[in-house]
């Protein structure tokens, strides 16, 4: 197939790396070549549809890491994500006629993407326990009603999951893409449930609790990315009462740890002052703000677990951020 002069194929160790591709599903092959040849013959071109726009970042010898960007309409909002070299069929190139590559790959792979949860993480650390321990100024009456309050707060987020410790809270959010995938081979009823501005209120009440129940400042760590607990609820617990699992691999949470390695050394090295909140780049380019704003928003490089490359974090206020959500 595709040996038309016009056709570029690629094989998998030689498929364009950091340039707008084109995921398609394999079924499409047929049809796809059968337009562009047509088009070759000045006849009418039938567009192939179910295309999703990606970038391809890093190879290995098991699988590509892409920028798979989802939505692209009323928000800029990538996902890192790996594509197996099992599911990857072949790559093809029509540069005469302007079309991006087309990275062909398995049907239940691309139905996987368009159909599984994926997730928003936090860590909400408080300010200053160390030495609220050592003078003594952190009582057992306190810490109770900080988990109240938290208990409390809990209820108006019934999409978020809290966990909290007396210092510090991991918040948690699944999503769901909600597109229909390949109207031809199938069609889901997952709603689009990506609300990152209400991921960041959530943010906020917390550390509004932290500050009337504690005294103690706080900051915020956010990314967002896969999940492959594909289709399970935020939380399990177990029947006895004492497993409990987060239904995430570690490395969401190696993520933030990295990113709050980097703002700590940071900010000792005077390359930023404190902030409120620090966001990843993908996080933070999701979100739907003030174009001004948003260009103004200062960021500095991070070393990124999950992207197997340097990365961004982007700074800010927090008030600063809701103020300018549309």
Not at 223 to 228: A, F, L, M, P, V
């Amino acid at each position: 197939m595709f040996e038309h002069r016009y056709f570029n194929k690629y094989d998998y160790e030689n498929v364009p790396l950091n340039q707008d591709c084109y995921l398609m599903d394999e079924k499409y092959i047929g049809e796809y070549e059968k337009s562009l040849l047509a088009s070759f013959d000045d006849e009418e071109y039938e567009f192939v549809y179910n295309i999703s726009p990606i970038s391809v970042r890093q190879r290995n010898d098991d699988a590509m890491e892409l920028s798979w960007y989802a939505n692209m309409c009323d928000r800029f909002h990538e996902i890192a994500i790996s594509l197996p070299k099992s599911a990857f069929t072949r790559c093809v190139e029509c540069w005469t006629y302007g079309e991006k590559p087309i990275v062909f790959v398995k049907s239940a792979w691309l139905r996987s993407i368009y159909s599984r949860h994926y997730s928003l993480f936090c860590l909400v650390d408080a300010i200053g326990v160390k030495q609220a321990l050592q003078a003594g100024t952190l009582t057992r009456q306190m810490l109770v009603s900080l988990r109240n309050a938290l208990d409390t707060m809990a209820k108006d987020f019934p999409e978020v999951l809290f966990v909290s410790m007396a210092d510090n809270t991991i918040l948690k959010s699944n999503w769901t893409f909600g597109r229909s995938y390949g109207g031809k081979a199938f069609t889901h009823n997952l709603e689009a449930t990506y609300k990152p501005e209400i991921f960041i209120r959530a943010v906020q009440k917390v550390r509004s609790i932290y500050q009337d129940e504690l005294g103690l400042n706080s900051y915020a760590i956010l990314t967002q990315g896969s999940n492959e607990y594909y289709e399970d609820g935020l939380l399990h617990i177990s029947e006895t009462k004492n497993h409990i699992c987060l239904n995430s691999l570690g490395a969401p949470f190696a993520e933030l740890l990295s990113i709050d390695n980097s703002v700590r050394s940071s900010i000792k090295e005077g390359i930023h002052p404190p902030a409120e909140l620090y966001m990843d780049e993908d996080f933070y380019h999701s979100l739907s703000l003030s174009l001004d704003f948003k260009e103004s928003v200062s960021k500095n490089k991070y070393w990124a677990n999950m992207k197997h490359a340097h990365s961004s974090y982007y700074y800010a206020q927090c008030q600063d951020i809701l103020d300018n959500i549309k």
